[in-house]
Structure formats: structure tokens, C-alpha cells
Nanobody, 124 residues
């Protein structure tokens, strides 16, 4: 089973920045960052396919940037201009090795491998 380890969460004030990292035990073409807050469904925040095809949910467009290193084992989420509504547990997810066709926004149930999550808290 693929291992995913997230880091970089924390508490910041509105307008601040955080950089999340996700280290994978093996490379997958499709990697995503999801978030979930209490009482809400897990939603896709940003995704990367292969090296440089990226996707973002509308609420983070222009503020968040997803990227991956040359080896494809580490995926980053740079989060700028954070807002209180960004507060959530953030999860890294890896797509299946069979690389099925998937349209954005990605759905959590289509991802077989997950990290344990890292908490992001943004205060007003």
C-alpha cells in the first residue's frame, strides 16, 4: 500500500501563508490535496496530473499553488492569502495506478490512498 505523509499545517492569521508537503513512497500520476471541516464533505482543493497539469477549486484559485518535485514523490501545496474559511484538515491523496479518466473536481471516493492529514487553522 502506498504511504503518504503530510506536513506543514499549523495556525496562522488571515492573510498569512503555509506550505503543505506530502511525501509518497512511490510516484503516482494523479495526486491531490483535499480538505474537510466538521460537518462538511471532503472536497478536492487542488490536483496535479503528471508533471504540470494542475487543477484548483474556485475558492482557492489565485491563492493556492500545487506542485511536485522532479522525482514525483513530493507534492506541495503553497497556500497564500489564507482566509478563515480555509480552516480544515488537509489530506494528500494518490490516484489509482490504473490511471482512470477523471474529470475535475475529483471525488474522494475515487482515490485509494490517503495520508493521515494535517490541520490548517486560520484565525480572523
Amino acid at each position: 500500500q502506498l504511504q503518504l505523509v503530510e506536513s506543514g499545517g499549523g495556525s496562522v492569521q488571515a492573510g498569512g501563508s503555509l506550505r503543505l508537503s506530502c511525501v509518497a513512497s512511490a510516484s503516482r500520476l494523479r495526486m491531490g490535496w483535499f480538505r474537510q471541516s466538521p460537518g462538511r464533505e471532503r472536497e478536492a482543493v487542488a490536483g496535479v496530473y503528471s508533471r504540470d497539469t494542475t487543477y484548483y477549486t474556485d475558492s482557492v484559485m489565485g491563492r493556492f499553488t500545487i506542485s511536485r518535485d522532479d522525482a514525483g514523490l513530493t507534492v506541495y501545496l503553497q497556500m497564500n492569502s489564507l482566509k478563515p474559511e480555509d480552516t480544515a484538515m488537509y489530506y494528500c491523496a494518490a490516484g489509482a495506478t490504473g490511471n482512470p479518466t477523471m474529470s475535475w473536481p475529483w471525488q474522494a471516493q475515487d482515490f485509494p490512498d490517503w495520508g493521515h492529514g494535517t490541520q490548517v487553522t486560520v484565525s480572523a
